[in-house]
Nanobody, 121 residues
Framework: QVQLVQSGGGLVEAGGSLRLSCTASGGTFSTHAMGWFRRGPEKAREFVVGIERSGSVLTYGESVKGRFTVSRDNGKNTMYLQMNSLKPEDTAVYYC??????????????WGQGTQVTVSS
């Protein structure tokens, strides 16, 4: 059973930056694809980014391409999401996810506790 603990997030002005972290325990981090989903106010859940087990293949949602960067450190069991040029529409609860597969599926098995990101205009 994998546990995901998130940190980071908070309130930032439009155009600013934030970094989220997600640390995994209880499993072999390097055998899991990782990623981030988000859910904005009164919005459906949205895929943000996925990162393949080794970190060599990255898939970004269209709305964050060019602004967000995902990375993982398998030695530290931690994944990061660097968010730049933030927009008010990025306001959401962000969830770290993990799947025991090479790439992330549409319904990841493990979820973090969620972290609020609020971008003011």
């Amino acid at each position: 059973q994998v546990q995901l603990v998130q940190s980071g997030g908070g309130l930032v002005e439009a155009g600013g930056s934030l970094r989220l972290s997600c640390t995994a325990s209880g499993g072999t981090f390097s055998t899991h694809a990782m990623g981030w989903f988000r859910r904005g106010p009164e919005k459906a859940r949205e895929f943000v980014v996925g990162i393949e087990r080794s970190g060599s293949v990255l898939t970004y949602g269209e709305s964050v391409k060019g602004r967000f960067t995902v990375s993982r450190d398998n030695g530290k069991n931690t994944m990061y999401l660097q968010m730049n040029s933030l927009k008010p529409e990025d306001t959401a609860v962000y969830y770290c996810v993990a799947d025991p597969h090479e790439v992330l599926t549409t319904s990841p098995r493990y979820w973090g506790q969620g972290t609020q990101v609020t971008v003011s205009s």
